[in-house]
């Protein structure tokens, strides 16, 4: 259950209600509730991270392939194949 505290902050409770009628004249209602805002933004924190390593484990994945198959090509190539590098501003090779 979301709540805003007197100061506008909102805060997320976790909640549970009992009926008690049994030895009371009247059916109550009682109700406690936890503080979980923090437990909450924790679990939505993991989430993102969790998406965020899926994606660069993706991606990783795609370039491995990628190297792979270029590994691939030039280990079953006949010509002669020479590696250039370029080189920074500065003139010496990276």
């Known amino acids: 259950m979301a709540v805003v505290t007197r100061s506008g902050e ?4 976790e909640y549970h209600n009992t009926l008690r ?3 009371v004249a009247a059916p109550i209602v009682r109700g406690t509730a936890h503080d979980v805002t923090e437990r909450v933004r924790a679990q939505m924190a993991l989430r993102a991270s969790h998406s965020e ?3 660069k484990a993706r991606e990783q994945e795609s370039m491995l392939k990628e190297l792979t198959l270029f590994r691939t090509l030039l280990d079953q190539s006949n010509d002669a194949i020479e590696v250039n590098r370029p080189r920074d501003p500065a003139g010496s090779s990276m």
């Open 10 to 13: 909102q805060r997320i409770w």
């Open 53 to 55: 390593l899926l994606k």
């Open 21 to 23: 009628t049994a030895g």
